[in-house]
């Protein structure tokens, strides 16, 4: 069966611009959660989708958005693009029935120039 | 709100040595708490977890994590390393799928 995909795996922006991360999760699986991994740092937690309805958000301003589809793909959306926005950015999907582990993909590198 | 200690920045050991990782946790109710492995620039595989009943956790690559609740800690065990074990660990907690993870062991392994 296939991981978590995400796309693109590497992407270049520039300050001011807009940028759309995609996910698929494991076939199954209806949870999918974002998070930020900043170069030396573990990951930080940004949204959490489930049914298509969001069930947390971390702590990260409104530039920040998400959406989870029907067929429980989602999209990671950040606006006017700052530098320090520069980062990996994980998907990990989950059965979202409470006390499951996560499985992460190997995430979107983004830079900001 | 819940967080994550991971006192160790770096640590280097011999091939076929023993290696433990710290983490420690702060968490308002029982935990569910995980260990995962990052290699450069690939996602996090997850080595273990625990979310209830026995303490001492068995995972992947023959790593086993106990869980200490008195001392809010759940330290990554393994008997003998491997050159292939090299790569960032990192420790989290949380309810469900809100993660709060440390900051990482970079683990490096000398012939």
């Known amino acids: 069966d296939a991981g978590v995909t995400q796309s693109p795996t590497h992407l270049i922006k520039t300050r001011g611009q807009h940028v759309t991360l995609r996910c698929s999760p494991i076939s199954g699986h209806k949870s999918v959660s974002w998070y930020q991994q900043v170069l030396g740092q573990g990951p930080q937690f940004i949204f959490q989708y489930y049914e298509k309805e969001e069930r947390g958000r971390g702590n990260f301003p409104d530039r920040f958005s998400a959406r989870q589809f029907p067929n429980y793909s989602s999209e990671l959306n950040v606006n006017a693009l700052l530098l320090g926005d520069s980062a990996l950015y994980l998907c990990?999907?989950?059965?979202?029935?409470?006390?499951?582990?996560?499985?992460f993909g190997d995430g979107t590198r983004l830079s900001i120039l | 709100a819940q967080s994550v200690t991971q006192p160790d920045i770096h640590i280097t050991v011999s091939e076929g040595a023993s290696l433990e990782l710290r983490c420690n946790y702060s968490?308002?109710?029982?935990?569910?708490l995980f260990w995962y492995v990052q290699s450069p620039g690939q996602g996090l595989q997850l080595l273990l977890k625990?979310?209830?009943?026995?303490?001492l956790v068995q995972g992947i690559k023959g790593f086993e994590a106990e869980f200490k609740r008195s001392q809010s800690s759940f330290n990554l065990r393994k008997p003998s390393v491997h050159w292939s074990d090299a790569a960032e660990y990192f420790c989290a907690v949380g309810p469900d799928e809100k993660l709060t993870f440390g900051t990482g062991t970079r683990l490096t392994i000398i012939p």
């Open positions: 968490y308002g109710a029982t935990p569910y």
């Open positions: 990990a999907s989950s059965l979202g029935q409470g006390g499951q582990p996560q499985h």
């Open positions: 625990y979310f209830s009943g026995d303490t």
